[in-house]
């Protein structure tokens, strides 16, 4: 660990400096409509520190949808109040397998590897609806709760499109339906889903929601416990286990911190007790990953030597 934090602005300077110049690889996630007409030239970089100080370059300031991202938050508040009985209806196994697949589910008798591939997500999303009245009111006021910041809202606009061409989406929840790991009506389940993938941030906010899992379970702020200690670890470990599908190997490999990325393009990583670092460039390689994201955090972590190994 780098003993000065000056040494990181210099440092996360010089490599947004040098990724930006090269060649940026990938597409902009275009099976969702209003995803693919996201600028694919942004970037931007937040580094926030458990001190509450924090850096920021280029595009850090604008919003983007978080995607799947916003499956580590569900997770947490779902964990959150029902405790390990989640793990009765979706396991903590790395998938191998992309994170929209239906492959293992009828081997595995509709028990999702993990709660970050979408069929883990759907379910999850299921067992929300199970435990309160009003869902997405319910997920926005954690959402607000955990970012200290009333502001964040859904995208109905990035909800509907997704929605509208949910094909797969839709196939895995039916067929979750049919497995007995679905309680409440598909529809109803995917219109959720869709929502909380909706979630609008800019690179500061992300990290700044994410920052309770670098700080034992605690939010930033105002210290309130969002989870506790070792629910802080579960998580931070399926994160990187399972952060980043079948590129999660590779992620743990490269980078070396938990992560979660989404095909917005956004990835956020977490070096625990310390900091968390949040990247958004919409451009994804084969896998649905940031492709800078990626080759950022790489060199970021390989530059300051942080690792959680
Ligand atoms: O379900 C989907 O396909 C999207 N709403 C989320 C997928 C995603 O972000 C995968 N992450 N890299």
Request: with cysteine.
């Amino acid at each position: 660990m780098l003993c000065r934090e000056k040494e990181y602005f210099e440092i996360i300077n010089q490599i947004y400096q040098k990724v930006i110049h090269e060649e940026n690889i990938g597409e902009t996630a275009n099976y969702i409509p209003e995803l693919s007409k996201i600028d694919g030239e942004k970037f931007g970089v937040s580094l926030l520190f458990i001190d509450q100080l924090q850096f920021g370059f280029g595009d850090y300031q604008e919003k983007f949808s978080i995607q799947s991202i916003s499956k580590v938050l569900l997770l947490a508040l779902v964990y959150g109040e029902i405790g390990e009985k989640i793990w009765e209806r979706v396991d903590v196994e790395p998938s191998g397998t992309p994170f929209n697949s239906l492959l293992q589910l009828e081997s595995d008798k509709g028990i999702p590897r993990n709660p970050f591939i979408n069929s883990g997500a759907l379910v999850v999303c299921d067992i929300l609806i199970g435990i309160c009245d009003n869902p997405k009111e319910y997920f926005l006021n954690f959402i607000r709760k955990v970012s200290g910041n009333n502001t964040i809202q859904y995208s109905d606009k990035i909800a509907e499109s997704e929605f509208t061409t949910a094909y797969r989406n839709a196939a895995l929840t039916n067929f979750l339906k049919s497995l007995g790991n679905i309680h409440h009506s598909p529809n109803e389940v995917l219109d959720l889903y869709v929502h909380i993938c909706s979630i609008e941030m800019t690179c500061l906010e992300l990290s700044k929601t994410f920052s309770f899992l670098a700080n034992k379970g605690k939010n930033l702020f105002d210290h309130q416990e969002i989870l506790s200690n070792s629910q802080t670890k579960r998580i931070n470990a399926i994160m990187q286990t399972c952060g980043f599908y079948d590129e999660s190997g590779e992620f743990a490999f490269r980078v070396g911190l938990p992560g979660k990325s989404g095909v917005g393009g956004g990835i956020v990583a977490i070096m625990p007790k310390h900091y968390i670092v949040s990247v958004w460039s919409p451009k994804l390689n084969s896998k649905g990953n940031s492709y800078r994201g990626m080759k950022f955090l790489e060199e970021f972590t390989t530059a300051t030597e942080d690792s959680i190994f």
